[in-house]
């Protein structure tokens, strides 16, 4: 696992799901451009907005087939939503329900405690967590940031 310490967006969708796939004989995940750290999986920050790289969960002789790719922060008027390509089309798996704006988040980094999970997000992970189920924390980092296992920026 690495320590990361360029600008990106770490996020370990849910501790519970890590925990849960890591258990499975059959588990297979796939990695584009993306690293696995001690508290989830960093994108790098893409120039002109927005993170890269993508991840592919599967396991159960692929009936567990679980996307996540190219993320970014949105703003919309109800707040700050986690979007991503999740192999069917871009999607918005979750709303960062303490982050300030996408904006701020881009441009001085930061962390979302509060993350919900969307209606799609739910779609995303099978139905087993409900919508506005409780996610890990979304961290934005800036350059030099290495996350510790269970620490906050």
Not at 42 to 56: H, I, M, T, V
Not at 110 to 120: I, N, Q, R, S, Y
Not at 143 to 153: I, K, L, M, N, R
Request: proline share 5%; glycine share 12%.
């Amino acid at each position: 696992m690495a320590q990361v310490s360029s600008a990106g967006l770490l996020w370990g969708i849910r501790a519970g799901f890590r925990d849960y796939f890591d258990a499975l004989e059959d588990a297979r995940l796939e990695f584009d451009a993306v690293e696995r750290t001690p508290t989830g999986f960093y994108f790098p920050a893409r120039p002109s907005g927005g993170f890269s790289g993508g991840l592919r969960f599967t396991a159960h002789g692929g009936a567990l087939d679980v996307r996540f790719a190219d993320p970014s922060l949105e703003q919309t008027t109800d707040g700050v939503l986690l979007t991503a390509d999740l192999g069917e089309g871009r999607r918005a798996v979750a709303r960062l329900l303490d982050a300030a704006s996408a904006s701020t988040l881009a441009a001085h980094g930061g962390v979302a405690e509060d993350v919900a999970l969307t209606m799609d997000g739910s779609t995303w992970l099978g139905g087993v967590y409900a919508p506005w189920a409780r996610m890990d924390a979304v961290h934005v980092l800036r350059s030099h940031s290495t996350p510790s296992p269970g620490a906050v920026d």
